[in-house]
């Protein structure tokens, strides 16, 4: 069992910037494919970004490409989320996910929240206009 800690997250202005941590504690941590998904009031969980054990497969959501980074940190067995020019839409809670079970590389092993087995509690992100 992974237990998958999220922090980072809080209130900011539209334009600002966060970044979330999501802290885990398997020490086979960097077998784990990780991603960060959101979910606002009212709608279904979706993908925000996702990244392979090593780091260097990354996939984003389109409304974040260019805003949102998604790394890690093998040796401190932490994912983190670097979240700029924020808006208002972005609001939501921010989960953390992880998965050891074998997957292959393509957009699709990232995106579905099916292929996490480890859930992290959330962490609120508010964005005021």
């Known amino acids: 069992q992974v237990q998958l800690v999220e922090s980072g997250g809080g209130l900011v202005q539209a334009g600002g910037s966060l970044r979330l941590a999501c802290a885990a504690s398997s020490p086979t941590f960097s077998t784990y494919r990780m991603a960060w998904f959101r979910q606002a009031p009212g709608q279904e969980r979706e993908f925000v970004a996702g990244?392979?054990?090593?780091?260097?497969?990354?996939y984003y959501t389109d409304s974040v490409e260019d805003r949102f980074t998604i790394s890690r940190d093998n040796a401190k067995n932490t994912v983190y989320l670097l979240m700029n020019s924020l808006k208002p839409e972005d609001t939501a809670v921010y989960y953390c996910?992880?998965?050891?079970?074998?997957?292959?590389?393509?957009?699709?092993?990232?995106?579905?929240?099916?292929?996490?087995?480890?859930w992290g509690q959330g962490t609120q992100v508010t964005v005021s206009s």
């Open positions: 990244c392979s054990g090593s780091g260097l497969i990354k």
């Open positions: 996910a992880a998965d050891d079970s074998p997957h292959g590389y393509s957009g699709t092993d990232f995106r579905s929240t099916s292929a996490y087995k480890y």
